[in-house]
Each structure stands twice: as structure tokens, then as C-alpha cells.
């Protein structure tokens, strides 16, 4: 009976554990996905009724109103967002490139040719894996593969919700507080509208300055905020749908839409650009998965937003249906009395938690942009030690800073900032939805037929819905627009040059045979030391190389040839982030690093990063020597062969390392620097803490018999050229378009690329290469 008993209390524990933590993480994720979606109530009657709808001022009219409400917020956020696409998540993660990754990892979409079959090996990691060649609708997938303008317009897609992403990021902050510091001209009597102006810019400003110090100061205050917000709003519906209007409930039937869009037509289709603000952040359920499961930000959805936010558009619609003569339709007309400053301060404090969560999700975007090519090096700041994932980047978020500011004191009105956030907001869940029915056809396998059903039933409603947003283009709608148009350029001219760049350096690089015809000295003077060559090919060498030698004769005797490349993944493991092969013969001392990251890994300044390379190195050595095959001479059509290995584990690697900071110790490690050049890099030590810091190792071979004499040497090798010193080679280039290239690329690449290469920040300082260690080689580039 005991033992019986113990085996159901431990089969009931990790469900229990489960319900736990599902629990908890619905409770989190309402003051990081829910902030947005749940202030809308703030601003959508009024930007309905704000246009020609104001003349049909009866109950009718409202009832209509309120029926398309609820059915669009049943459609969208519910059937759309938490039934399907919550289940496309790319492993957790979310947005218009986690769709976009899935889909270059099930079909060759990819517009840069730097894909390996190695980083389809990765897909052992994750359930949306690369797919097999066969499945649904091959046609289509042959037809995209082949044509390179289709993979370009598919791109160009994906570039349009993210530049609309960052454009909410402009427009949500300023419509959220200026809608709640609207309510001080409900009861404070004789205050100006443009002192409701400059105390939402000083909001905004104060939200904007706090942004360096990460979220995770204040995230355990968010979602209490948040919950306290929906439940204060929903709990004020439910008293004006019981004090005005029991019978609002009819409203709910589609038969009143039909006679709304009877009675007011064109009128009545213009107003649904205010209608439609009642789902924007319905985009966040999806693009802030990250720290979340779909399952607690469903459970979060179904058992306290949806209820909460249906019954404050009830409430507010019975409020007006009793109301139809002087229509006041502003949030804070329906708050009674005795409750008007607590919602009101609530309101605000929901505001900045829903503008809080929109601009952390602008940083992740531009991060994810970045991680695929997609957008000029920036800084990139880790705001906490304990969560994975949360950043800071200071040029965007100055940038957001005066677009917004800029956008509430130009504005001064929800209803322009509306129409600009609604284009914003369909935009983006268009371009989900399309992408969605790709995800159908190459993801999930499923007949091409269900993915015309999703992509027309949910794009028509998404269609009708932008098409009233395009119609107030003059009336504010312009902005995103503007918005996106400027940061779609600067995404895509910076990925065409990135582009341009890797087919020049794949088309210059230098052949494996002219390497081998200068023989083992590579026909220049070896010096000791490890020489890091940065190249982003994945096979072959650099024309860099061969113009560095062409100027200066003389180079390290160990090369490692290093790139870093982002692959189509969320996050690559450790233990096969680096990738590690030959070049040439084993006499030759050349080596090529590939080290993998995926579109949210964190690319951290590691001190550790050579001694990492050099067990790597040091690791396939011998693994290449225990292959059999080695033992076979040279093989040039094995060029390119690479293995992964591990650097997390020790075991294994032939090399010992123990720390040492002592003089005695640094004096008998063996450098080929004179005394005059070890005093200087000593005082540029002291100065630099930075280079100070990093963590000074000392490698030694092991005494083994089972080691071969040639594996021994090639390992002492390496060992003492790392001793010696690493230098870090990269190229400083200047890309510029041939005289025979079209206006328009060369006003591309010779002004667009150019300007961007030259106000964003350096290769050098992105990858954190040590400043004293690094050797810029300048080249011209013809594309």
C-alpha cells in the first residue's frame, strides 16, 4: 500500500511541477506580452467615433460597433495568433525572422551562399529541423530555390514587418501615454491641452533615459501593474454593462455588423481604422515568445485577457449606447467617479509597462536583423547577468526617442497617432500571415489547399481592415509608412553590399593549387605566432591573403583562417559552435575556424576565446591522427572537410592549461619578442584594464608514448606559436561600385553602403578584438 502510494506522489510530482511553472510563466508574461494588447481600450472608441461616424448617434450604431470589436478580437488574437500561430514558434522563439529562419532551414531561401551540410546537423537540436527534399508542394519549393528575384521579394517581405515592428516601437509609447495623461483634462478643470502634450513628452523622455539599466529592475513590478490594469477595467465594464445597458450582450451577434456597414457604408468601412486598435500588440503574443512557452501565454490570453478585455468594450459600448447625445467617447468618460485617480494612475503605470515591453521587442528585432545580415553593426549591451537574452541598443533607443517625442508634439491627437499605429500594426500581421502559409506548405507538410484557406480567410480580414488604414494616409497614416521605407532601405542596402562583398571574396579567393605551389614556407617568412585571418568564406583562402603578403613578405607560422557567421537557428549549442579543418598539407600549419551563432545567441567579449581556438586546434589534430584516412597523402578534393568540435569538455584534448600571472612563470614561456617590445605590450597592459583582464594561460604537450612523433611536433607547434603571440588580421575594405554598374547601384553601393560602413561600428570592436593584437589590411573592393 506505501509503495503504491510512493509511486503515485511521484508520478504526480513533476506534473504538479509542470502546472507550477506553467503558472508562473503566464503570470510573467503578462507585464512583457500582454502590456500593449491590454492598454488599447484607452484609445479605440475614440478613434472610431472620431471621424464621420460621430453623425449616427444611436444605440444602433454602437451595437455595431461593438460586434465587430468582439468578433475581430475573437478572429485575430484568439483564432489566430493563440490557435495556429503560436504552434509555428521556431523552437520558442517568435516574429517575422523566426518564421523566415524556419523557412530558410526547409528550403534554400537564403540569399547568401555560406550554408554548410554541417549546419544541418544541427537541426538535432530542434523539433522544426531542416526538411527532407520531398514533401508538400515540391513545384513551389523548386520554383523559389530557383528564381533569385522571388527569394529577393520574399526578403523584402520579411524586411517590411521588421521595419514596421521598429515603427511600433515609435507609435505605441506615444499614442499608450498620451492617451492616458489625456484623462487629467476629464476632472482637472482648466488645463491646456498642450500641458497634456509636454507631460507625456516628459514621460516619454524619463522612459527612454531608463532604458540602460534592462528591464530586469523593474520586470517584477510589470505584471502585478498589468493584472491590476485588467482586472480594474474589466471589473468597471461589468458595472457600466449592469448601470446603463444589461442588454449590450445582443451586440455580440454578427447581425448587427451586417446593419452597421447597411446603415453607414463608406462611413462605416473608414471607421474600422479605429476599430482594428483594439488587437494591435496581438503581434507581441507571437514576436515575445522567448522567455515563454505558447502554453502560459495561452493560458494567460484565455483565462484573464480575453475575459477582462471583452468586458471594458462592453461596458464601454453600453456606456455609450445611453449616451448617444453628447457621444462622449474617451476611456476616462466611463470611469465613475469615486475610482476615477486610482485608474487614472494605474492607466499610466499600464502605458509605460505596455511601451516598456514594445521597445525591449525593437531591440530584439534590430538584434535579430543584425545576427542575419540584415542591418549595420551597433552596440549591443547585456542588461542582465541572470536572464538570457535581454538587451540594450543606445543608437536605437536615442533613435526611438526623438521619432516619438517628435511624433507626440507634431500629433498631439490619439486619433492621427492612431492612424498611423493601426497601418503599423496590419502591415505586420500581414506579413505574418503570409509567411504562416509558407510555414503550412514547408514546415508542417500539410496540402497546399490549407494554406490557401489560412492565408485568404485571415489575409481578406487583414486586407479590409489595412485598406481603411490606407485611407487616413493624410491623416497621420503617413508616418509608418515613412518609417518603414527609411529602415527598409538601410536593411536591405546593407545586406545587398554584405552580399555584394562575400561574391567578390568568393570569386577572387585564392586557389588551393597556387598555394600549394609555393610549398611548405608559403615562399614569404614564417614568424612565430598565431595569425587569426577574419574572411567570411567558408571555404578557400582569402584574397586578403595574398594581398597582405604581396605588400609585407612575412607572416605567422601558425594561420588559422576565422569566420563568424550567424546560421538559421535560434541558438547554436556550444558544443557545436565550432566547426574545425585543414588547409593544405599538414607542413603547411594552416587551419580554418568556423565559429557558429544563431540569430538570438549572444556574441559575449569571452577573455577565454584563443585558448578555446587553440584546444580546438589542438583536439582535431587529434582527432584527424586517429582517422585512418589521414595517413593518406594529401588530398585536394578533401579541401573543406571540417569537424565539429567540442570546447566545452576538456576530455579529450591532448594539451594541459594552467593559469599563471607570476613574473618568474611569463619569464620562461618562450616569446620571440625582443625585451624592448615585452616592456612596451607590459605598459599598454597596465593601461588598458581591459587587456589586463583577460586570463593568461600557459599550454604544455604531455609526455605519451601512444602519440605520434608527428602529431607531438605539429602540437608543440601550435604551442609555442600561441606563447609567441596572437595577432588578429582583418580586412579594412572600401567597396565600391564599377563604373560600368547602373545608377542605381551605384548610388547603392558608393553612397548608401559606404555611409552606413562608415557611421556604424567597426568589425573590430563588434567581434572585440583586442586593440593591441589587431592588423588592419586595406582593399578595395569592384562589385
Same mark, same amino acid.
Given at each position: 500500500m506505501d509503495a503504491e502510494a510512493g509511486v503515485v506522489g511521484a508520478d504526480q510530482l513533476p506534473r504538479r511541477q509542470y502546472y507550477m511553472n506553467l503558472l508562473l510563466l503566464a503570470y510573467q508574461s503578462f507585464g512583457v506580452v500582454y502590456g500593449d494588447l491590454s492598454t488599447s481600450p484607452l484609445?479605440?472608441?475614440?478613434?472610431?467615433?472620431?471621424?464621420?461616424?460621430?453623425?449616427?448617434?444611436?444605440?444602433? $450604431?454602437? @451595437?455595431?460597433?461593438?460586434?465587430?470589436?468582439?468578433?475581430?478580437?475573437?478572429?485575430?488574437?484568439?483564432?489566430?495568433?493563440?490557435?495556429?500561430?503560436?504552434?509555428?514558434?521556431?523552437?520558442?522563439?517568435?516574429?517575422?525572422?523566426?518564421?523566415?529562419?524556419?523557412?530558410?532551414?526547409?528550403?534554400?531561401?537564403?540569399?547568401?551562399?555560406?550554408?554548410? %551540410?554541417?549546419?544541418?546537423?544541427?537541426?538535432?537540436?530542434?523539433?522544426?529541423?531542416?526538411?527532407?527534399?520531398?514533401?508538400?508542394?515540391?513545384?513551389?519549393?523548386? @520554383?523559389?530555390?530557383?528564381?533569385?528575384?522571388?527569394? $529577393?521579394?520574399?526578403?523584402? !517581405? !520579411?524586411?517590411?514587418?521588421?521595419? =514596421?515592428?521598429?515603427?511600433?516601437? !515609435?507609435l505605441t509609447p506615444a499614442i499608450s501615454v498620451l492617451s492616458s495623461m489625456s484623462g487629467l483634462q476629464v476632472r482637472a478643470t482648466g488645463l491646456e491641452h498642450r500641458s497634456v502634450v509636454l507631460l507625456s513628452c516628459i514621460v516619454l523622455v524619463g522612459l527612454f533615459a531608463l532604458q540602460h539599466r534592462g528591464t530586469q529592475k523593474v520586470a517584477f513590478m510589470f505584471a502585478p501593474i498589468v493584472i491590476i490594469w485588467l482586472f480594474s477595467i474589466g471589473g468597471i465594464g461589468l458595472y457600466n454593462i449592469l448601470h446603463w445597458n444589461p442588454n449590450i450582450y445582443q451586440a455580440l451577434s454578427p447581425y448587427y455588423m451586417v446593419k452597421f456597414f447597411r446603415k453607414t457604408g463608406k462611413d462605416g468601412w473608414i471607421s474600422l481604422g479605429g476599430i482594428l486598435l483594439s488587437m494591435t500588440g496581438s503581434e507581441a503574443m507571437f514576436a515575445d515568445l522567448g522567455h515563454f512557452t505558447s502554453a502560459s501565454v495561452r493560458v494567460a490570453f484565455v483565462t484573464v485577457i480575453y475575459p477582462c478585455l471583452i468586458l471594458q468594450y462592453m461596458g464601454h459600448a453600453a456606456f455609450l449606447s445611453k449616451n448617444t447625445f453628447h457621444m462622449p467617447t474617451g476611456f476616462y468618460d466611463t470611469i465613475p467617479e469615486p475610482v476615477f485617480w486610482p485608474v487614472f494612475v494605474v492607466a499610466t503605470l499600464a502605458a509605460v509597462v505596455g511601451s516598456q515591453a514594445v521597445i525591449s521587442a525593437t531591440f530584439s528585432i534590430v538584434k535579430q536583423c543584425h545576427a542575419l545580415g540584415c542591418f549595420p553593426r551597433v552596440k549591443v549591451v547585456h542588461t542582465s547577468r541572470w536572464i538570457y537574452g535581454q538587451i540594450y541598443i543606445p543608437e536605437i533607443n536615442w533613435i526611438l526617442m526623438v521619432l516619438c517625442v517628435a511624433v507626440t508634439v507634431s500629433f498631439r491627437d490619439t486619433t492621427l497617432i492612431g492612424n498611423a499605429y493601426g497601418i503599423a500594426c496590419m502591415t505586420v500581421m500581414l506579413v505574418t500571415t503570409f509567411l504562416m502559409a509558407l510555414i503550412v506548405i514547408f514546415v508542417w507538410q500539410r496540402n497546399i489547399i490549407f494554406a490557401l484557406i489560412f492565408l485568404v480567410f485571415f489575409g481578406s480580414i487583414e486586407a479590409v481592415y489595412l485598406s481603411s488604414s490606407l485611407m487616413k494616409v493624410p491623416q497621420g497614416g503617413w508616418v509608418p509608412l515613412v518609417l518603414a521605407f527609411i529602415f527598409m532601405s538601410v536593411m536591405y542596402i546593407w545586406h545587398y553590399g554584405l552580399r555584394r562583398k562575400y561574391q567578390f571574396d568568393l570569386q577572387n579567393k585564392v586557389s588551393m593549387r597556387s598555394i600549394l605551389s609555393l610549398g611548405p614556407s608559403l615562399g614569404i617568412v614564417r614568424v612565430p605566432g598565431i595569425g587569426l585571418i577574419y574572411t567570411e568564406l567558408v571555404t578557400g583562402v582569402p584574397s586578403i591573403f595574398s594581398h597582405f603578403v604581396t605588400n609585407l613578405p612575412a607572416f605567422h607560422e601558425v594561420l588559422v583562417f576565422l569566420c563568424v557567421k550567424s546560421v538559421p537557428v535560434p541558438y547554436v549549442s556550444?558544443?557545436?559552435?565550432?566547426? !574545425?579543418?585543414?588547409?593544405?598539407?599538414?607542413?603547411?600549419?594552416?587551419?580554418?575556424?568556423?565559429?557558429?551563432?544563431?540569430?538570438?545567441?549572444?556574441?559575449?567579449?569571452?577573455?577565454? @576565446?584563443?585558448?578555446?581556438?587553440?584546444?580546438?586546434? +589542438?583536439?582535431?589534430?587529434?582527432?584527424? +591522427?586517429?582517422?585512418?584516412?589521414?595517413?593518406?597523402?594529401?588530398?585536394? %578534393?578533401?579541401?573543406?572537410?571540417?569537424?565539429?568540435? $567540442?570546447?566545452?569538455?576538456? +576530455?579529450?584534448?591532448?594539451?594541459?592549461?594552467?593559469? @599563471?600571472?607570476?613574473?618568474?612563470?611569463? =619569464?620562461?614561456?618562450?616569446?620571440?619578442?625582443?625585451?624592448?617590445?615585452?616592456s612596451l605590450q607590459s605598459s599598454y597592459e597596465q593601461e588598458s584594464p581591459n587587456v589586463s583582464r583577460r586570463r593568461r594561460v600557459r599550454f604544455e604537450v604531455p609526455e605519451d608514448d601512444d602519440m605520434g612523433q608527428q602529431v607531438k611536433d605539429e602540437l608543440m607547434a601550435l604551442v609555442e606559436a600561441k606563447h609567441a603571440g596572437v595577432a588578429y588580421i582583418m580586412g579594412h575594405s572600401y567597396i565600391k561600385a564599377r563604373r560600368s554598374s547602373s545608377f542605381l547601384k551605384k548610388f547603392a553601393i558608393d553612397v548608401g553602403y559606404s555611409f552606413l560602413r562608415k557611421n556604424c561600428r567597426g568589425p573590430s570592436v563588434t567581434l572585440h578584438i583586442p586593440h593591441i593584437s589587431l592588423i588592419e589590411v586595406g582593399m578595395i573592393y569592384h562589385v
Amino acid at each position: 500500500m506505501d509503495a503504491e502510494a510512493g509511486v503515485v506522489g511521484a508520478d504526480q510530482l513533476p506534473r504538479r511541477q509542470y502546472y507550477m511553472n506553467l503558472l508562473l510563466l503566464a503570470y510573467q508574461s503578462f507585464g512583457v506580452v500582454y502590456g500593449d494588447l491590454s492598454t488599447s481600450p484607452l484609445y479605440v472608441y475614440k478613434s472610431t467615433f472620431s471621424g464621420k461616424l460621430r453623425q449616427y448617434q444611436d444605440e444602433e $450604431t454602437v @451595437f455595431g460597433v461593438l460586434s465587430l470589436i468582439f468578433w475581430t478580437f475573437t478572429l485575430i488574437p484568439l483564432l489566430k495568433y493563440v490557435t495556429i500561430v503560436l504552434s509555428a514558434d521556431d523552437n520558442g522563439e517568435g516574429g517575422p525572422f523566426a518564421l523566415y529562419s524556419l523557412l530558410c532551414r526547409h528550403a534554400k531561401l537564403s540569399l547568401l551562399p555560406n550554408q554548410q %551540410a554541417a549546419d544541418e546537423e544541427l537541426s538535432s537540436y530542434y523539433r522544426n529541423g531542416f526538411a527532407p527534399r520531398n514533401g508538400s508542394a515540391p513545384w513551389l519549393r523548386r @520554383f523559389l530555390e530557383k528564381h533569385k528575384k522571388v527569394r $529577393t521579394v520574399l526578403l523584402l !517581405v !520579411v524586411l517590411c514587418g521588421a521595419s =514596421m515592428v521598429i515603427g511600433d516601437g !515609435v507609435l505605441t509609447p506615444a499614442i499608450s501615454v498620451l492617451s492616458s495623461m489625456s484623462g487629467l483634462q476629464v476632472r482637472a478643470t482648466g488645463l491646456e491641452h498642450r500641458s497634456v502634450v509636454l507631460l507625456s513628452c516628459i514621460v516619454l523622455v524619463g522612459l527612454f533615459a531608463l532604458q540602460h539599466r534592462g528591464t530586469q529592475k523593474v520586470a517584477f513590478m510589470f505584471a502585478p501593474i498589468v493584472i491590476i490594469w485588467l482586472f480594474s477595467i474589466g471589473g468597471i465594464g461589468l458595472y457600466n454593462i449592469l448601470h446603463w445597458n444589461p442588454n449590450i450582450y445582443q451586440a455580440l451577434s454578427p447581425y448587427y455588423m451586417v446593419k452597421f456597414f447597411r446603415k453607414t457604408g463608406k462611413d462605416g468601412w473608414i471607421s474600422l481604422g479605429g476599430i482594428l486598435l483594439s488587437m494591435t500588440g496581438s503581434e507581441a503574443m507571437f514576436a515575445d515568445l522567448g522567455h515563454f512557452t505558447s502554453a502560459s501565454v495561452r493560458v494567460a490570453f484565455v483565462t484573464v485577457i480575453y475575459p477582462c478585455l471583452i468586458l471594458q468594450y462592453m461596458g464601454h459600448a453600453a456606456f455609450l449606447s445611453k449616451n448617444t447625445f453628447h457621444m462622449p467617447t474617451g476611456f476616462y468618460d466611463t470611469i465613475p467617479e469615486p475610482v476615477f485617480w486610482p485608474v487614472f494612475v494605474v492607466a499610466t503605470l499600464a502605458a509605460v509597462v505596455g511601451s516598456q515591453a514594445v521597445i525591449s521587442a525593437t531591440f530584439s528585432i534590430v538584434k535579430q536583423c543584425h545576427a542575419l545580415g540584415c542591418f549595420p553593426r551597433v552596440k549591443v549591451v547585456h542588461t542582465s547577468r541572470w536572464i538570457y537574452g535581454q538587451i540594450y541598443i543606445p543608437e536605437i533607443n536615442w533613435i526611438l526617442m526623438v521619432l516619438c517625442v517628435a511624433v507626440t508634439v507634431s500629433f498631439r491627437d490619439t486619433t492621427l497617432i492612431g492612424n498611423a499605429y493601426g497601418i503599423a500594426c496590419m502591415t505586420v500581421m500581414l506579413v505574418t500571415t503570409f509567411l504562416m502559409a509558407l510555414i503550412v506548405i514547408f514546415v508542417w507538410q500539410r496540402n497546399i489547399i490549407f494554406a490557401l484557406i489560412f492565408l485568404v480567410f485571415f489575409g481578406s480580414i487583414e486586407a479590409v481592415y489595412l485598406s481603411s488604414s490606407l485611407m487616413k494616409v493624410p491623416q497621420g497614416g503617413w508616418v509608418p509608412l515613412v518609417l518603414a521605407f527609411i529602415f527598409m532601405s538601410v536593411m536591405y542596402i546593407w545586406h545587398y553590399g554584405l552580399r555584394r562583398k562575400y561574391q567578390f571574396d568568393l570569386q577572387n579567393k585564392v586557389s588551393m593549387r597556387s598555394i600549394l605551389s609555393l610549398g611548405p614556407s608559403l615562399g614569404i617568412v614564417r614568424v612565430p605566432g598565431i595569425g587569426l585571418i577574419y574572411t567570411e568564406l567558408v571555404t578557400g583562402v582569402p584574397s586578403i591573403f595574398s594581398h597582405f603578403v604581396t605588400n609585407l613578405p612575412a607572416f605567422h607560422e601558425v594561420l588559422v583562417f576565422l569566420c563568424v557567421k550567424s546560421v538559421p537557428v535560434p541558438y547554436v549549442s556550444p558544443d557545436e559552435r565550432y566547426l !574545425v579543418g585543414r588547409i593544405g598539407p599538414k607542413e603547411y600549419r594552416m587551419y580554418r575556424c568556423i565559429v557558429r551563432y544563431g540569430y538570438k545567441d549572444v556574441q559575449r567579449d569571452d577573455d577565454n @576565446f584563443e585558448n578555446m581556438l587553440v584546444m580546438g586546434i +589542438a583536439k582535431f589534430i587529434m582527432m584527424e +591522427a586517429e582517422d585512418a584516412s589521414s595517413s593518406a597523402s594529401y588530398d585536394i %578534393a578533401n579541401e573543406g572537410r571540417m569537424a565539429v568540435i $567540442t570546447t566545452t569538455d576538456d +576530455a579529450g584534448t591532448p594539451l594541459t592549461m594552467r593559469d @599563471f600571472n607570476g613574473l618568474a612563470d611569463s =619569464m620562461t614561456t618562450r616569446s620571440s619578442k625582443s625585451e624592448s617590445l615585452r616592456s612596451l605590450q607590459s605598459s599598454y597592459e597596465q593601461e588598458s584594464p581591459n587587456v589586463s583582464r583577460r586570463r593568461r594561460v600557459r599550454f604544455e604537450v604531455p609526455e605519451d608514448d601512444d602519440m605520434g612523433q608527428q602529431v607531438k611536433d605539429e602540437l608543440m607547434a601550435l604551442v609555442e606559436a600561441k606563447h609567441a603571440g596572437v595577432a588578429y588580421i582583418m580586412g579594412h575594405s572600401y567597396i565600391k561600385a564599377r563604373r560600368s554598374s547602373s545608377f542605381l547601384k551605384k548610388f547603392a553601393i558608393d553612397v548608401g553602403y559606404s555611409f552606413l560602413r562608415k557611421n556604424c561600428r567597426g568589425p573590430s570592436v563588434t567581434l572585440h578584438i583586442p586593440h593591441i593584437s589587431l592588423i588592419e589590411v586595406g582593399m578595395i573592393y569592384h562589385v
